[in-house]
């Protein structure tokens, strides 16, 4: 990827258009924080690359529609995290109705979410979400997430072995 000089307001190039359109997903560390930018049905996405629960990598997540959101599933666990906004989504049934009825719940936003821009030369921009309040997933971009990651990876190559 050629060096850009970067524009003001705190965005990031990180790539050209053709060339994340047929990546399809992108993994770039931006101020230290590793990014995971996907293309999916004609939009740009960009969140935290490690899961918010137990910090696996969502670079191969399938994505799919629940509840009409478009979402990335954790591989590790199965969670569903909304593309647009960091959500955590599951379906659970409520034991007080009867019957109970499976329906969609909201854990709110867990991930976080980073704006994807693109100007008229093709290039495209990342800038980092400035939520201030912390979300889950902002553990795993730490030195400890990094140690928690590694355990992880190593009991399940372990498990597998």
């Not at 990180?14 to 770039?28: H, M, N, P, W, Y």
């Not at 593309?83 to 955590?88: F, I, N, R, Y």
């Not at 867990?110 to 821009?117: D, E, F, L, N, S």
Request: glycine residues 8%; neutral net charge; charged residues 30%.
């Amino acid at each position: 990827m050629e060096e850009k000089e970067q524009p003001a307001g705190g965005l990031y190039f990180v790539g050209k258009k053709d060339e994340l359109i047929q990546a399809k997903r992108s993994f770039r560390t931006l101020e230290g924080r590793d990014i995971l930018i996907i293309y999916h049905q004609g939009v740009f996405y960009a969140m935290d690359s490690y899961c918010y629960h137990a910090g696996g990598e969502l670079l191969n997540g399938d994505i799919e529609e629940f509840d009409g959101k478009l979402c990335i599933i954790c591989p590790n666990h199965k969670y569903k995290i909304t593309l647009a906004q960091g959500d955590c989504i599951y379906k659970a049934t409520n034991p007080r109705e009867n019957p109970p009825v499976a329906r969609w719940y909201n854990k709110g936003a867990k991930q976080r979410i980073h704006t994807v821009t693109e100007d008229d030369s093709g290039a495209v921009y990342v800038k980092l979400s400035n939520v201030s309040r912390w979300l889950e997933s902002d553990f795993f971009q730490g030195e400890q997430g990094k140690i928690e990651r590694e355990k992880a990876a190593a009991a399940e190559k372990k498990e597998k072995s």
